[in-house]
């Protein structure tokens, strides 16, 4: 794969991390499940919950 | 490394410092921003290369044999071994926010050098030092936070200081950000929009995401940043609409009222309709718009208007009072040394390195480029003609309130402006005027605006830019406020549940009423007073915010001296002793000033005694209002002073630490997790 090809993998890859979508997709690997609308509410339920007792930062 | 690395690594070592020198002691007419940058990019590389290397390897002894607790508790979720680019972009996303974009250009007002030389040198031996060993520290402590590793490494009173400190500083930092948004949008129909169609925008989002597309976050954000375009170009014809403008022109306390209640809700609803969906579209926006500012400058080249030096290095300034230093160096914090960042480096980061050896570019190497986005910002900045910089950052009260007045009084400083000029300015910009957009967002925008807008481009074009600038801006600052009102109502109501059950309780709705009242109140306090303050609310919120920032990197830095006290005892302590010093010279002789400097300009208690004397001579113009300033400017030293006491506390409690470390009394073992074999490839990222 040409260079330009794998830095716009890795840029995809990181906006996948940052949206979230990355470790969506983790979870449903880890416990075997498919992807639902039910089960992105449990996943981002779990996130957010964890992720907003955490501050931005200034 | 072989004599070609060595003499390109020399060369590199030379750019750096002939860069340096001559930005340090050219006195020509203007200067390139060119000269910026490679100054910048050569010594941040060489830090990285030489002063970076020698921190992993030597002083904290990475090692990629060690499993992390990424691998260790890997669960999917929290803890997850991740490509160090991927965590690098994560890291850097979570530590830039406005503040190396804002203090930067408030710093301007000293003239360019001051803050370009404290931003790269305090950046390379201070803040990135402070966040890599952080970083590391939590790393080996399996993801443990900075008030976790405080109680353990110096005690439960240096723990319990660390928490209320951090309350403290998020109340400021809250305040202060709302009133940067506050000063770039009062009377701003097309930015007042632009922001407000934000909102609908979030929920649609939001409601996207939950019900029509699950998952699809980078679809779903495709489509919010297409609407907020369409929002800037339709905040023009509202601007120009009579109907529909003066709904959307606020003075500054309809704003500041806008925001506390924006800041409630965000707090108290639930997350995936308005916080997520914004926080999702905000971080985008800002990597883009970053990585565009860096392009854009290396393209266009500006040059830079404002001198290396202004004659108010002597503490006279108009945007904030108070002498080159130590006021140069609190108002840049992010972006040269931030004490928040130790929070993000104790947070999701640790739990997401895959190998030891990724700290060093993901704790050293992202400050480093957060670091450069404070260089662009004050570039960006100091491409603006001198007058036109301070007609748009002083507030009335120093410069007069009419433009013939603070145009007047300008051009007696040396920096000649005229009204027409600022006009003309305002025209070309979409705006009715930009006089006294006091909070550094104006400016920055205008900044940005001429570096984005090819040459010789007409007013629509510029007043795009501008409003696209001011987005961007106000929509990563505003997320900031609604996260971090979040924040404050947790951490209160985990403290208040100590007292009542009841109100610990996340899902309790009166409690999470009340905490969400109780946070918003605090900030909304400071903001309101910032908005009636005649000299602007930023010359005396801006500094406590500084301040309170790096007292937060005096804690951390207290935190990584007993680590590596404990690891090397005396031999690498000066890693983090010497910015600890600076750092807590600077800022408690900031804080010092801010309490009790005879000067009412700079002093909160002497501004509080003046306005007194005018009130019983009679002289005030608004008995109430100036009641109110009195107050505030009393309850800004009481937090000031309690600041200073809660990190002197923290200091003489580590100092206690260290004298018993050192003499064997005291207890000297390292509080890392058990050494454990990795079994991880890289090649499996």
């Known amino acids: 794969m040409s260079r330009l090809g794998r ?48 501050p931005k930062c200034c | 490394m072989k004599l070609l690395g060595k003499l390109l690594w020399a060369a590199v070592a030379l750019a750096a410092a002939f860069c340096l020198g001559g930005i340090a002691l050219y006195r020509g007419e203007h200067i390139d921003s060119i000269w910026l940058v490679v100054a910048a990019v050569c010594a941040y590389s060489t830090g990285y290369r ?106 439960r009173t240096g723990g319990l200081a660390a928490l209320v400190t951090v309350l403290l500083i998020m109340i400021v930092m809250l305040s202060v950000m709302a009133l940067v948004v506050v000063n770039a949008l009062k009377g701003s129909p097309w930015g007042t929009f632009t922001i407000a169609a934000t909102m609908p925008i979030a929920i649609f989002m939001g409601l996207y995401l939950r019900y029509a597309r699950p998952g699809r976050v980078l679809e779903c954000s495709a489509i919010g ?64 718009v970053m990585a565009m500012l860096g392009v854009g400058i290396l393209l266009v080249r500006p040059q830079l208007q404002l001198p290396p030096f202004t004659r108010f290095v002597d503490g006279t300034g108009p945007i904030f009072a108070g002498k080159v230093f130590p006021f140069c160096f609190i108002t840049i914090a992010c972006g040269a040394i931030s004490g928040f960042h130790s929070l993000i480096s104790s947070g999701t980061t640790p739990k997401m390195i895959a190998k030891e050896g990724h700290a060093w570019p993901v704790g050293y190497g992202a400050m480093l480029l957060e670091s450069f986005v404070a260089i662009m910002a004050m570039i960006a900045a100091c491409t603006l003609q001198p007058g036109v910089y301070f007609a748009v950052n002083s507030p009335p009260g120093i410069v007069g309130a009419t433009p013939a007045a603070a145009t007047a009084t300008i051009s007696a400083w040396g920096f000649p402006v005229s009204a027409g000029d600022m006009s003309n300015l305002a025209r070309e910009a979409g705006e009715k005027t930009l006089f006294a957009r ?23 074009v510029i007043g795009f830019w501008y409003h696209f600038a001011i987005m961007f801006e106000a929509l990563f600052i505003l997320t900031i406020i609604d996260a971090g009102t979040r924040v404050g109502r947790f951490m209160l109501q985990d403290t208040l549940g100590q007292v009542w059950k009841p109100l610990g309780r996340t ?118 209002a100036t009641r109110a300033l009195i107050f505030n400017a009393r309850l800004d030293a009481v937090v000031c002073g309690v600041l200073l006491l809660l990190v002197g506390a923290i200091l003489v409690d580590s100092m206690r630490v260290w004298i018993g470390i050192l003499g064997g009394r005291g207890d000297s073992s390292v509080r890392e997790s058990p050494f454990v074999l990795s079994t991880l490839r890289v090649e499996e990222l």
Not at chain 2, 53 to 58: E, G
Not at chain 2, 82 to 89: M, R, S, V
Not at chain 2, 440 to 454: E, K, N, Q, T, V
Not at chain 2, 609 to 614: I, N, P
């Open chain 2, 225 to 288: 940043f297409a609407l907020v375009m369409a929002a800037i170009f339709m905040g023009r014809y509202v601007a120009q609409s009579p109907n529909l403008a003066p709904w959307f022109t606020l003075s500054a306390m309809v704003l500041a009222g806008a925001i506390i209640v924006y800041g409630f809700l965000a707090s108290a609803l639930p997350v995936w309709l308005l916080l997520a969906p914004r926080g999702y579209l905000s971080t985008f926006i800002k990597l883009g």
């Open chain 2, 507 to 624: 899902g309790w709705m009166p409690g999470v009423i009340a905490a969400s009242a109780a946070i918003v109140a605090a900030w909304g306090c400071f903001l309101v007073q910032g908005v009636r303050d005649p000299l602007g609310g930023i010359n005396s919120l801006w500094p406590l915010y500084g301040i309170s920032n790096q007292l937060l990197a005096a804690v951390a830095l207290c935190v990584a001296t007993t680590i590596l006290l404990k690891m090397h005892r005396l031999k690498y302590v000066w890693i983090t002793c010497a910015p600890l010093a600076w750092v807590v010279a600077t800022t408690f002789t900031a804080a010092w000033q801010k309490i009790f400097s005879a000067q009412p300009a700079v002093g909160f208690l002497a501004q509080a005694a003046h306005l007194e004397t005018a009130l019983r001579a009679g002289t005030a113009g608004d008995a109430v």
């Open chain 2, 50 to 155: 030489f002063y970076g290397k020698f921190l992993a390897a030597r002083v904290l002894g990475l090692n990629d044999q060690r499993a992390t607790p990424a691998e260790r508790l890997r669960d999917g979720q929290d803890f997850e071994p991740t490509n160090p680019w991927i965590l690098f972009g994560h890291h850097f996303a979570a530590i830039a926010g406005p503040g190396p974009l804002v203090g930067p250009v408030l710093a301007a007002q000293f003239g360019y050098l001051p803050g370009t030389l404290w931003i790269v040198i305090g950046a390379v031996l201070g803040g990135a030092v402070q966040d890599f060993i952080i970083l590391f520290a939590s790393m080996r402590r399996d993801g443990k936070s900075l008030g976790q590793m405080t109680r353990e490494e110096i005690g």
């Open chain 2, 438 to 460: 006091t909070g550094g967002a104006p400016s920055l925008a205008l900044g940005m605006a001429r570096i984005f807008a090819p040459a010789g481009s007409g007013p629509a």
């Open chain 1, 7 to 54: 830095l716009g993998r890795l840029a995809l890859a990181l906006l996948r991390e940052l949206a979230d979508e990355s470790a969506y997709q983790r979870r449903l690997k880890l416990h075997g499940l498919k992807g639902s609308p039910e089960e992105w509410r449990r996943f981002t339920e779990e996130r957010y919950r964890s992720r907003s007792t955490q």
